[in-house]
């Protein structure tokens, strides 16, 4: 069984940097084809795509989001890590990383993380 854990501050101030990590565990996050996923949801709004990073190592990013964010990952500790730059109280949402599964045809949002919090205030 797979199972994604977020963790980082809860608290993040105006114009810092917002970091957060992705533990997996029960599969290896250089496993192929998985694509290795941070989605994120302000209150009162939908999902919205953040970025990805793949069973290979490369990244992917929403051009909304592209000037800003960086996806790095850790294969030692089978993490993957979400870098979010120039915060405003805008970027206020819950976190999640997910795994998602690509074949010919078909792709999978199979597991997700249970989701942080992170709150951009003074």
């Known amino acids: 069984q797979v199972q994604l854990q977020e963790s980082g501050p809860g608290l993040v101030r105006p114009s810092q940097t917002l970091s957060l990590t992705c533990t997996v565990s029960?599969?290896?996050?250089?496993?192929?084809?998985?694509?290795w996923t941070w989605i994120r949801q302000p209150p009162g709004k939908g999902l919205e795509w953040m970025g990805a990073?793949?069973?290979?190592?490369?990244?992917y990013y929403s051009p909304s989001l592209k000037s800003r964010t960086s996806i790095s990952r850790d294969t030692s500790k089978n993490q993957f890590t979400l870098q979010l730059n120039s915060v405003t109280p805008e970027d206020t949402a819950v976190y999640y990383c997910?795994?998602?599964?690509?074949?010919?045809?078909?792709?999978?949002?199979?597991?997700w993380g249970q989701g942080t919090q992170v709150t951009v205030s003074s």
């Open positions: 997910a795994r998602v599964a690509v074949e010919p045809g078909l792709v999978s949002w199979d597991y």
């Open positions: 029960g599969g290896s996050i250089t496993t192929n084809y998985y694509y």
């Open positions: 990073i793949a069973y290979s190592g490369s990244t």
